[in-house]
């Protein structure tokens, strides 16, 4: 039977999602886990890879196994895992049901705060200069205009398309935070901390919207920024049609 596994994890301590060798993810602290548990390899498939360093309220994997999953084992595998990864629930899927392919829409937060704070530090980006809420607002705005996003993937991404349909793009004030959120169907390589940091620069008034939407239409990632850190990163939320 396959398996959805949804997944929460503070990614600090981490160098990714994806198993990598000589590595400590999020993907190989399961998979051993899972092994204690079922007394054999299990391999897990991933919705969205994120970086070495970003967070997840929400992420998924599937697996396939021949015996039925039983819910108490949630709890076990809670108990072997680290205190910075939480597996919040395994739900019985059609065996050809495929995480990262079919899942409909992508939500990340990129949170960044003004006032030195040393409680949100590892989970936001502390960026100590003033802001225009309005320029940024028409940036978040603007993207959702366009498909290629191109200049803001990192280099050598493997990828057939660069193309992206933004489907939510705005900056929040959260009491002393200002939060970029974003949903699409896919995002690139480096591609939400590109336009956060791309976007700053606007908000600081070092470029204009005029060269911001230059910057999208070169399709060059040498003309975007990509200077954010990835700890302010945090996928929210990863929307599948068959799921509420």
Request: positive net charge.
């Amino acid at each position: 039977m396959r398996y959805f596994l949804e997944v929460a994890y503070k990614g600090t301590r981490y160098s990714g999602f994806q198993a990598q060798k000589n590595a400590l993810t999020i993907q190989g602290e399961i998979e051993k886990a899972l092994f204690v548990l079922l007394k054999t390899d299990i391999s897990l498939t991933g919705s969205s890879r994120t970086d070495a360093g970003v967070h997840a309220l929400q992420n998924f994997f599937h697996f396939d196994v021949v015996e039925n999953f039983q819910e108490k084992w949630v709890y076990n595998l809670n108990a072997m895992l680290p205190g910075d990864i939480v597996i919040k629930a395994v739900m019985p899927v059609g065996e050809n049901a495929h995480c990262r392919f079919d899942a409909s829409s992508r939500t990340y937060h990129y949170h960044t705060y003004k006032n030195k704070n040393p409680f949100i530090g590892d989970r936001a980006y502390h960026y100590p200069y003033t802001l225009d809420i309005d320029l940024l607002n028409k940036a978040a705005s603007l993207i959702k205009q366009y498909r290629d996003f191109t200049s803001f993937s990192k280099r050598n991404t493997q990828v057939k398309t660069f193309n992206c349909e933004i489907r939510e793009s705005r900056w929040l004030q959260k009491e002393e935070q200002l939060v970029y959120e974003v949903t699409a169907n896919r995002f690139l390589r480096g591609m939400v901390r590109a336009l956060t940091a791309t976007m700053l620069k606007v908000g600081r008034g070092i470029i204009s919207l005029e060269t911001f939407c230059d910057i999208i239409d070169a399709k060059d990632c040498t003309k975007a920024y990509f200077d954010t850190p990835a700890h302010g990163l945090t996928l929210i939320k990863v929307q599948y049609p068959y799921f509420d």
